[in-house]
């Protein structure tokens, strides 16, 4: 029986999600969908310039995780490209932080 997977943390969601080329390939319209937490990767690593083992800690897994997440999430980029596909960006097992409330902090001594 395989481990159950561990859920990755995704700070920003997606601003959009998908992208599609301005001209299809002669073969027609081919899809392939990004994970939520690919992009994150892509984010953290490629966008922020994160080292690989700080982006892991952030994204809750392990140093070794993260980069099969960043090499499947690379692959699926480059397919898009290349191929001609619209690029879906959906799914995936993550989890988005909770809100944080916000607490009222009062000074000491301020003016009278």
Sequence with gaps: ????????????????????????PPWGREEIVLPVEGLEAIRLNDFEGLDQETAA????????TF???LNHARAVVAEALVMGKVLL?????????????RRCRRGRGGPP
Excluded: A, C, T, Y
């Excluded at 997977?5 to 299809?24: E, H, T």
């Excluded at 800690?57 to 070794?64: A, C, E, K, Q, T």
């Excluded at 097992?93 to 809100?99: A, G, Q, R, V």
């Design 57 to 64: 800690n952030r994204m809750g897994v392990s140093r070794p």
């Design 1 to 24: 029986m395989p481990r159950p997977r561990k859920r990755r943390f995704v700070q920003v969601p997606p601003l959009v999600n998908g992208f599609q080329p301005n001209r299809f």
């Design 67 to 69: 980069g099969r997440i």
């Design 89 to 101: 960006i959906e799914g995936g097992d993550f989890e988005m932080p909770h809100e944080r409330r």
